[in-house]
């Protein structure tokens, strides 16, 4: 058995394995608010790329969207399918990720920890949600155009914030659940 040190392959043995592995719910969830945010910003990448910036078709400018989306789904489907595997002992996955609590902290602190970061990170993307959707809307445009002068701050703050929490929300409820059932 090798246990993962940054960038090298994780094998994981009887003793070692963890099924369900962590990152399932937190996938799904992420892959729901990015078909989402592609729903609400396609009609302006649409208006951007076929009228102000490239003079492109707009049906090619939906077409390659829609692929970015189904890219996007694919690819995380099979990540995750790899993890899973990895965690009932099947082949290898690389483990990136930094680990936030140690092998040596409390279960319940660790779900203490987890449940009030849910609670927090949910609070806070329900109450930046709309204002960061509009953000990233007033975003394609400028980042489009490369025009720095309308590029407001505060905006990108909000965005920033939103994406942060539904992430720190998103993380904490998929290691509650998932380790609550394995």
Known sequence: MSMSVAGKARHVDEEDSQFPAYGAIEAGLGNLLFYF???????????????????LSPSFV???????????????????????????????????????????????LQTTGYFLALIAGTAVAVITFDHAVEALISLIPVVATVDVVAFDLVE???????FLSYSAATHSLDRLVIGGVS
């Open 62 to 108: 939906r077409f390659g969207v829609a692929t970015a989306l189904w890219f996007v789904l694919v690819v995380t489907a099979i990540d995750q399918l790899r993890r899973q595997l990895a965690a009932l002992g099947v082949g290898t996955y690389d483990d990136y990720q930094l680990r936030v609590w140690s092998r040596v902290t409390p279960s319940w």
């Open 156 to 162: 990108l703050f909000v965005m920033v914030v939103f």
């Open 37 to 55: 945010l592609v729903g609400r910003t396609t009609p302006a990448v649409v208006t951007v790329f076929s009228e102000t910036v490239l003079d």
